[in-house]
């Protein structure tokens, strides 16, 4: 049995991604996200205090590796931060999230492929509905099922309007 989670850990305040695989009543976790910096600024302070790689790695609970890889990484910059630019670059520039975002809030019906392909004809940049969909995310944009109501009549607003006038004064009683 295969199960897919994002946990926090409470020991270490490590995000986890865990994958756990059930096999002869043991659990086995794979794949870890990232250190926060508070707790990468933790194992360096351990190791300038004299303990060992190993020892740090088992307190606080990552791998030797990634004890290994924060200190290095201390050594050779002085910080523990991620370095900048890592992992893959943007498909679209700022001024096409501007025009994704734009053309989403004029034509509201429109879904994330007739986006995209009007981003191509506008700009000839390529991209796939997924993209769309991140950036209109990005920019708190989300689909939405329209909400079906029936249209009031000119007799039902005066109606209405007749009640709210007939309760203003009304107070709750418990």
Not at 44 to 55: A, K, L, M, N
Not at 87 to 100: A, E, H, K, L, N
């Amino acid at each position: 049995m295969l199960q897919k989670r994002l946990f926090y850990c409470r020991n270490c305040e490590i995000r986890l991604r865990s994958i756990f695989f059930f096999r002869q009543g043991y659990l086995r976790m794979s794949q870890q996200l990232d250190l926060p910096e508070s707790m990468a600024w933790r194992v360096i302070g351990r190791i300038e205090s004299g303990q060992t790689q190993h020892s740090v790695a088992d307190a606080i609970g990552v791998a030797r590796s990634v004890v290994a890889r924060l200190w290095n990484q201390f050594q050779e910059t002085g910080n523990v931060r991620r370095r900048p630019g890592a992992g893959r670059p943007r498909t679209t520039t700022s001024t096409d999230d501007r025009y994704i975002q734009l053309t989403a809030r004029r034509n509201r019906t429109e879904n994330a492929t007739q986006l995209q392909r009007q981003l191509l004809l506008a700009t000839g940049r390529r991209v796939s509905s997924q993209t769309v969909r991140n950036r209109l995310h990005e920019r708190g944009l989300y689909a939405r099922r329209p909400m079906v109501c029936i249209p009031l009549t000119p007799r039902h607003r005066a109606a209405r309007r007749r009640w709210v006038a007939e309760h203003r004064d009304w107070e709750q009683h418990d």
